[in-house]
């Protein structure tokens, strides 16, 4: 078993920055494909990042150049650091570990994750 608690959402404007943290309890990340995934009202879940241990990062095509994807394995903790916010980035974000065969292939490896944080609100206002 593996918990996730993420934290570090909030509320900015336009071409504001945020980092989210995502600390993992129960196993090491080292063992999983680490991503963070977001839902925005209306919206079906998505992939936004993903990183395999430093084999591989991520990303969705959105969000390219704009974030990024680490992890600290010796705190245990994936991050994820959010520049150039748009609007159309508000949504709560939801860090997620799974074994990491797919992680390179963000459309499919939501259909697979084993285990889901509570979830960080991000909001971006015009």
């Known amino acids: 078993q593996v918990q996730l608690v993420e934290s570090g959402g909030g509320s900015v404007q336009a071409g504001g920055s945020l980092r989210l943290s995502c600390v993992a309890s129960?196993?090491?990340?080292?063992?999983?494909?680490m991503g963070w995934f977001r839902q925005a009202p209306g919206k079906e879940r998505e992939g936004v990042a993903t990183?395999?241990?430093?084999?591989?990062?991520y990303y969705a095509d959105s969000v390219k150049g704009r974030f990024t994807i680490s992890q600290d394995d010796a705190k245990n903790t994936v991050y994820l650091e959010m520049t150039n916010l748009k609007p159309e980035d508000t949504a709560v974000y939801y860090c997620?570990?799974?074994?990491?065969?797919?992680?390179?292939?963000?459309?499919?490896?939501?259909?697979?994750?084993?285990?889901w944080g509570q979830g960080t609100q991000v909001t971006v206002s015009s």
């Open positions: 997620a570990a799974t074994p990491p065969l797919l992680c390179r292939e963000l459309d499919t490896v939501i259909k697979y994750i084993e285990y």
């Open positions: 129960g196993s090491r990340i080292s063992r999983y494909c």
């Open positions: 990183t395999d241990d430093g084999i591989g990062t």
